[in-house]
């Protein structure tokens, strides 16, 4: 009985860990580059959510159209992101751009009620995978979906990244925006590509946690903040760790779901999050609050 709990675990643990790993890579990728911190990220997995449900609905849609479409549509969100908070207010003052990422979640989410209401939305399952068991482990559909997209994009990232001209000015901007833009790089353009890979990382998340627990119009704010988490447990500066993070914090919630009850993963999902801040080397922490 012990071992069918912990198999349990394992495979919720997965599915939600992996949705928070790229929000965690969405927030990584914005804060290195403009030293923002987006509270926005969350709505960004709303509305991508919900568009795509919308797309479902008028289309009937293959697994790689679904990606897609939801690629684009998040990109597209990112970019509106952008210009409507950071690109608003480049030079302003670091807490008005974090408010301004925090207004920007709230008109968001009442966009959302506007066009979609506030009844849950099913968002199908879009990518034709067949659960999957090795031994005592059992991973779902839903595992199997989240791990696919969230291992997949990550992989693309860090390639994107490396080896095009546009991952290198971002990289470039993240180390020293100064010298980047004496090398001929545009801070600008930069940061605005971060946003528009958040915005589709957010897309893909939103793609894998709809058929896990439904759309709704107040999930952002909470699944963001987890994105959050997520990112400081794995340090912002390494992809892989920053994954590594958000399949941590979901394994450590689905424990504490089994053990403590669902009522008490909250509190010591975000007690962990002061501890860090706490504890978090000088020098980082003023980093993380510009």
Do not use: C
Not at 35 to 53: D, H, K
Not at 148 to 166: D, E, P, V
Not at 196 to 205: C, I, W
């Amino acid at each position: 009985m012990l071992l069918l709990y912990l198999a349990q675990t394992i495979n919720s643990g997965l599915a939600l860990g992996a949705v928070y790993g790229l929000m965690a890579l969405g927030f990584s990728l914005v804060y290195n580059s403009s030293r923002l911190i987006n509270f926005a990220q969350g709505e960004l997995l709303l509305l991508s959510g919900l568009g795509l449900y919308s797309m479902t609905q008028a289309f009937s849609l293959n697994p790689l159209l679904a990606i897609a479409a939801a690629g684009l549509w998040g990109l597209m969100l990112g970019v509106v992101l952008y210009a409507t908070t950071l690109g608003f207010s480049l030079r302003k003052h670091p807490l008005k751009q974090l408010m301004l990422t925090v207004a920007a979640s709230l008109t968001w989410q009442g966009a959302a009620i506007l066009v979609w209401g506030k009844k849950p939305l099913m968002l199908p399952q879009l990518l034709p995978l067949s659960s999957v068991r090795l031994g005592p482990l059992f991973f779902s559909q839903d595992t199997l979906t989240a791990l696919i997209l969230a291992m997949g994009s990550g992989a693309l990232l860090s390639l994107f990244l490396r080896y095009t001209r546009w991952g290198r000015a971002i990289r470039a901007v993240s180390m020293n925006p100064l010298a980047a833009t004496l090398q001929g790089v545009n801070p600008k353009k930069a940061y605005a590509m971060t946003f528009a890979l958040a915005g589709l990382l957010a897309a893909l998340a939103g793609m894998a946690v709809g058929p896990q627990t439904m759309l709704r119009y107040d999930m952002g704010l909470g699944i963001g903040l987890k994105g959050f988490v997520a990112a400081t447990l794995g340090g912002y500066s390494s992809l892989g760790r920053v994954f590594l993070g958000g399949i941590g914090l979901g394994l450590l919630e689905a424990l504490l779901i089994l053990t403590l009850g669902a009522e008490i993963k909250e509190a010591v999902t975000y007690s962990i999050l002061i501890v860090i801040l706490i504890l978090m080397p000088h020098k980082e922490r003023e980093a993380v609050r510009a």
